[in-house]
């Protein structure tokens, strides 16, 4: 437990939009991890987040994310939408592997700017 009251010291816990925290905090070096909720068509459970993103949600973030000087890191699974938005990045395809919510292998990707 120490271990982990230690290394908590060093984190902040913000409260606040994406847009919010990553116009914050860009930089040259900054990585951003975004892991928002995966759009509708890329997935098999319609109820699988409390907190929903719209596909303008999705094009509005890629927008900012396109923008930034930092790194930037979005996970999802293919689908038209997230390919088309990120398009010109570097895509990292993880190995499948069946999720909770599907019964079938689903393939995770990665996709980074750098």
């Given at each position: 437990m120490e271990f982990i009251a230690a290394r908590l010291l060093?984190?902040?816990?913000?409260?606040?939009t994406a847009v919010n925290v990553i116009k914050r905090y860009d930089g040259r070096k900054t990585l951003f991890y975004c892991d928002p909720p995966y759009p509708h068509e890329s997935r098999g459970d319609a109820k699988a987040y409390s907190f929903e993103m719209t596909n303008q949600e999705h094009v509005q973030l890629s927008r900012l994310l396109h923008q930034v000087k930092g790194k930037v890191a979005v996970s999802g699974y293919e689908c038209d939408l997230t390919c088309d938005l990120y398009k010109n990045w570097q895509v990292h395809r993880e190995k499948p592997k069946k999720a909770m919510s599907i019964k079938k292998e689903r393939q995770e990707i990665l996709w980074t700017n750098y």
């Open positions: 060093r984190v902040q816990i913000e409260h606040d």
